[in-house]
Every structure is written in structure tokens, then in C-alpha cells.
């Protein structure tokens, strides 16, 4: 079965860091825009970073920006999500998607149909 596979996630203190990976298994990840999301408890899923298939563009959350750092590896066929100075508003569960939708779209539009997801990894972000 064709999907993604997200890890790294886990407990980390205020203002530390962690790297979240999203492999394509069954599934080639550089002919699609890939987006990182996130959902805490009674929230509403927020679009944190995307990643465009065509020219490596990105999109940020304002509420990450200068903090996450997302990227791609084609040859290791996965997308990564670095995570600086996080905070206790960071804790979520994290999902990777993937789409040919373009980037901000696939961020921001609720809309938007994935042709792939993940089953997705917790982050806890508490002292």
C-alpha cells in the first residue's frame, strides 16, 4: 500500500529542537508538493510548511516562520521539518501530506484533495 511514514516526533522542553521525516513508501515524493500539517486536541488542522514539486519553493505559518525549516531529499525520497526554539503552542500531532496541488494552495485551502497521507507523530513541546 502506497503512503507516507512520518517520525521523529517525541517530548522535547520549551526552546528545543526536533527534525520530523516524512518518507514516501510506495510512493515518489518529488513529483509532489509536500506539506507538513499539524492538529491539537479541539483545534482545527493548521497547514504548517509546504514544499513545491516543481522548484523547491516553500510556504511557512506565520506562527513558524524563522523557527521550522522544511526540506527535501529526493534521493532518500523524504521531506523534512526541522523544528527550532519550539514551544508549548508547537504540541500537536503532525501529518505529512502529499498533493500536486501548488504550495501556498496546499497549505492554506481546506479544500484541497492529498493524494497521500500519513498516519501521523506526536509532539509534545513541555517542561
Known amino acids: 500500500q502506497s503512503q507516507l511514514v512520518e517520525s521523529g516526533g517525541g517530548l522535547v522542553q520549551p526552546g528545543g529542537s526536533l527534525r520530523l521525516s516524512c518518507a514516501g513508501s510506495g510512493v515518489t515524493l518529488d513529483y509532489y508538493t509536500i506539506g507538513w500539517f499539524r492538529q491539537a486536541p479541539g483545534k482545527e488542522r493548521e497547514g504548517v510548511s509546504c514544499?513545491?514539486?516543481?522548484?523547491?519553493?516553500?510556504y511557512y505559518a506565520d506562527s513558524v516562520k524563522g523557527r521550522f525549516t522544511i526540506s527535501r531529499d529526493n534521493t532518500k525520497n523524504t521531506v523534512y521539518l526541522q523544528m527550532n526554539s519550539l514551544k508549548t503552542a508547537d504540541t500537536a500531532v503532525y501529518y505529512c501530506?502529499?498533493?500536486?496541488?501548488?504550495?501556498?494552495?496546499?497549505?492554506?485551502?481546506?479544500?484541497?484533495?492529498?493524494?497521500?497521507g500519513g498516519q501521523g507523530t506526536q509532539v509534545t513541546v513541555s517542561s
Open positions: 514544499i513545491s514539486r516543481l522548484d523547491g519553493s516553500t
Open positions: 501530506a502529499a498533493s500536486i496541488a501548488s504550495v501556498q494552495p496546499m497549505c492554506v485551502s481546506t479544500s484541497i484533495a492529498f493524494d497521500y
